[in-house]
Nanobody, 125 residues
């Protein structure tokens, strides 16, 4: 079992940057695939980025590719989402999620069993 806590959200102007962190409990964090998802008001939760267990492979939604970077530090039980060149359409609650073992479809929300409480990101124009 793993518990996730996100931090780092806030209000930023368009073009700015934010760094989200996901802190995980448990000694088996390195065995989990981790993803970031977001949900804007009135919209469904959508995939943003994911990273495999070793941290070697990363995956991004087309809408954030080239602007966001996901990374992990298994020794510290953390996953980070660096968000640059933010746009108003990036405004949402961002969630960290974990799936035990490898995941074949990283963007599939149903693959992730463990979720954090979310952190609000607001980008003003």
């Amino acid at each position: 079992q793993v518990q996730l806590v996100e931090s780092g959200g806030g209000l930023v102007q368009a073009g700015g940057s934010l760094r989200l962190s996901c802190a995980a409990s448990g000694r088996t964090f390195s065995t989990y695939t981790v993803g970031w998802f977001r949900q804007a008001p009135g919209k469904e939760r959508e995939f943003v980025a994911a990273i495999n267990r070793s941290g070697i492979s990363t995956y991004y939604a087309d809408s954030v590719k080239g602007r966001f970077t996901i990374s992990r530090a298994n020794a510290k039980n953390t996953v980070t989402l660096q968000m640059n060149s933010l746009k108003p359409e990036d405004t949402a609650v961002y969630y960290c999620a974990a799936a035990a073992g490898p995941v074949s479809s990283y963007e599939n929300i149903k693959k992730y069993r463990h979720w954090g409480q979310g952190t609000q990101v607001t980008v003003s124009s």
